[in-house]
């Protein structure tokens, strides 16, 4: 991604005081060079506070831990990892749970008791995270494309040729020379392996090489009850409605539904309706604590679904944000129920125009036929 290395960082007169320059970006830096400077970063630092982003998936979650894992063992400093919103979907529940991750519910802490903090998976202006806007990132460690605002930190690693930020984490991992745990080395496995789906989907050499070094590291037998977790009843009933809901106009579906127990399902199941047969694009929305999140997945590789959905929904308020093929967004709802209709039909529709199928008369899946 040559796009991210060529401009020099942009800097206003008002940032560029001399004491406190913008780091370089640091992508394309060899990883013993971005640890050494990461180190640096952290000295005479006490306690860090290591937060994902919100509703955190295992890329995130995994990333994190070792982050903090990192500053633990070469910059001696007490580590947490903290997130917000809540972990649903099953196997992030499994995960977890099975590899005795220690990461807290951003309720549990106490912001003012850190003097460090970090963002993986995320960025500071990206807004799906529980950093208070108070507050500095010290360090930001992203795979998704960089955001300007980014390089104020003062350690920022973003963008770069990885599919997920799990695989940076490995770099930073084998540059140190430390020897992952087989909980560590298990999560950084499947936190690679569930971000670009089994390595078929925007993946790079770079994540190819981490997840073989991982592989020997970790316990399949433990990667086998994350991956094939016992789902609650009201997993099923949500897939009920969703198929039930669910609308094909031409070459896209759409899936509205409604109140959802957990905001990653409505990622789940824009991801699962993509398997149509002849889908180009799948759009899933639901309510989650006044809410709308919106997901979005698309198969034209022409197409970026990053940009696609923070055009269409940047007008709502809220945060949006992702990649080539699949994106996310949460919007404020507030308002009377009608308000509330209106907000979802006006988000239809100018996705129904994005997608190019305005004109398509909708059919319900229930109803669709095959070729
Ligand atoms: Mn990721």
Redesign the pocket.
């Known amino acids: 991604m040559p796009a991210t290395q060529s401009a020099p960082p942009r800097r206003t007169a008002a940032t560029a005081e001399p004491e406190d320059p913008l780091p370089p970006r640091l992508a394309h830096l060899p990883a013993r060079d971005k640890l050494e400077r990461l180190l640096k970063v952290a000295r005479g630092k006490k306690k860090a506070l290591i937060l994902t982003h919100d509703n955190p998936?295992p890329?995130?979650l995994a990333?994190a831990v070792t982050l903090a894992h990192i500053l633990e063992r070469r910059a001696g400093m007490e580590a947490r990892v903290g997130y917000g919103g809540i972990i649903g979907r099953a196997e992030n529940v499994a995960f977890v749970r099975v590899l005795r991750l220690p990461v807290s519910h951003v309720s549990q802490l106490d912001f003012e008791a850190y003097d460090f903090f970090g963002l993986v998976?995320t960025q500071p202006s990206v807004g799906n995270h529980s950093l208070p806007a108070r507050l500095r990132a010290d360090v930001v460690m992203?795979?998704?494309p960089l955001r300007d605002e980014s390089l104020q930190a003062p350690f920022a690693d973003v963008g770069g040729d990885f599919g997920?930020?799990?695989t940076m984490l490995v770099e930073y991992l084998r540059a140190a020379r430390l020897e992952p745990s087989v909980d560590v080395a298990t999560a950084l496995f499947y936190?690679i392996k569930a971000?670009t789906r089994d390595l078929g989907r925007e993946t790079t050499q770079t994540d190819i090489d981490s997840y073989l070094w991982l592989f020997p590291r970790c316990d399949k037998h433990l990667l086998g009850q994350i991956e094939h977790p016992e789902v609650p009843a009201r997993y099923f009933q949500l897939f009920h409605t969703s198929i039930e809901r669910a609308k094909v106009y031409g070459t896209a579906i759409i899936t509205d539904l409604e109140e959802v127990y957990s905001p990653d399902m409505v990622a789940e199941i824009a991801e699962r309706m993509m398997f149509l047969d002849g889908m180009k694009w799948s759009l899933a929305y639901g309510t989650f604590r006044n809410q709308l999140f919106v997901s979005l997945r698309v198969k034209d590789r022409r197409m970026n679904a990053g940009r696609l959905i923070r055009e269409t929904c940047e007008s709502f308020g809220g945060s949006s944000g992702g990649h080539g093929s699949m994106a996310g967004a949460r919007l404020p709802l507030s308002g009377k129920a009608s308000q509330r209709k209106a907000l979802k039909r006006e988000l239809v529709n100018r996705f129904l125009k994005a997608f190019g199928v305005s004109e398509q008369r909708p059919v319900s899946l229930l109803a669709a036929q095959d070729d």
Do not use: K
């Open positions: 998936d890329d995130s990333a998976d992203d795979h998704h997920a930020t799990a936190g971000d």
